[in-house]
């Protein structure tokens, strides 16, 4: 049982997005300190504790606009995810590392989002059979491994009709 929304945390891809979200929603790449030069490297340090410090009452984590969410990033944010239960984990039993958490760090993940609106920009669709990323990049093992990472979702609620605010026009 979530006993604040502080152990709530929004992201989505885009700042747009996250502010659509409302409610302290955040991009993706501010959370989990991805900047395009290290986004394949696992953090330490500093970074890692500011990160630590940061999810420390968080359990559940919804993404939103997962359609624009690569498959290479939605595997560093489980690792990153990962990185955080193992420095939890030392820090309140003061033992080693477990082995796994077994993907996103034992934290509830919700992904939300429409497949049928825009994919990611130049990165590989949690969905495509194409992979965008270089095969001299590091990027390209994460995008298959985050492929099977989605694969790996078991439950899928689909909404099969559309509601829209009534101050909204119908697009005609």
């Given at each position: ?12 891809h ?6 659509n ?11 989990f300190?991805?900047a ?7 953090l ?5 504790n500011?990160?630590v410090?940061?999810l420390s009452?968080?359990?559940?984590i919804i993404?939103?606009e997962?359609?624009?969410?690569g ?5 560093m944010i489980s ?8 420095s939890?984990?030392?820090r ?5 590392d ?5 993907g996103?760090g034992?934290?509830?993940i919700v992904?939300?989002?429409?497949f049928?609106?825009?994919p990611p920009?130049?990165a590989t669709?949690l ?10 990049s ?8 985050g ?5 790996a979702?078991?439950r899928?609620?689909c909404?099969?009709r559309i509601?829209?605010?009534?101050v909204q026009d119908?697009?005609?």
């Amino acid at each position: 049982i979530f006993r604040s929304f502080d152990s709530v945390l929004m992201v989505a891809h885009t700042g747009v997005a996250a502010a659509n979200m409302g409610g302290g929603a955040a991009t993706i790449n501010s959370v989990f300190k991805f900047a395009s030069n290290n986004m394949e490297e696992d953090l330490n340090g500093d970074r890692l504790n500011g990160l630590v410090e940061s999810l420390s009452k968080t359990r559940l984590i919804i993404i939103d606009e997962i359609s624009t969410v690569g498959s290479a990033q939605l595997e560093m944010i489980s690792r990153r995810l990962e990185q955080v239960a193992k420095s939890i984990h030392q820090r309140s039993f003061n033992k080693l590392d477990p082995p796994s958490f077994d993907g996103f760090g034992n934290f509830g993940i919700v992904l939300v989002g429409d497949f049928g609106q825009i994919p990611p920009v130049l990165a590989t669709s949690l969905l495509g059979q194409t992979l965008q990323e270089s095969s001299h990049s590091g990027l390209r093992s994460r995008a298959i491994q985050g492929q099977r990472r989605f694969q790996a979702f078991d439950r899928i609620i689909c909404l099969k009709r559309i509601y829209r605010q009534k101050v909204q026009d119908d697009y005609k």
